[in-house]
């Protein structure tokens, strides 16, 4: 499937399959957003499945949001993978 990301009032619905095949529009989406807003959302429930790359996107985009002082919530419960990569993080 492809990777759609859609924009309703700075949430962004991810839905598909965030992999390395597709990981562009993903980077194109969100390559200078915290320029634009202080806080962001990404719905990430119609997210089918992510490989590692798309792991480490996400990762970077929260990185950014950390360095440039900036919020980046995460809702949905998406795919199991991003969970455990998260979870394995928290607790570390």
Known sequence: MVLEISN???CYKIKG???KE???????TFKNIF???DELKINIEGLDSIDRDGVSAITKLHNRAISKNKKLTIIGLGC???YEHIKTHSAA
């Open 80 to 82: 199991k993978e991003l």
């Open 8 to 10: 309703c009032d700075n």
């Open 17 to 19: 399959n965030l992999t």
């Open 22 to 28: 597709n990981l562009s529009i993903f980077q194109h």
């Open 35 to 37: 320029s634009k807003v």
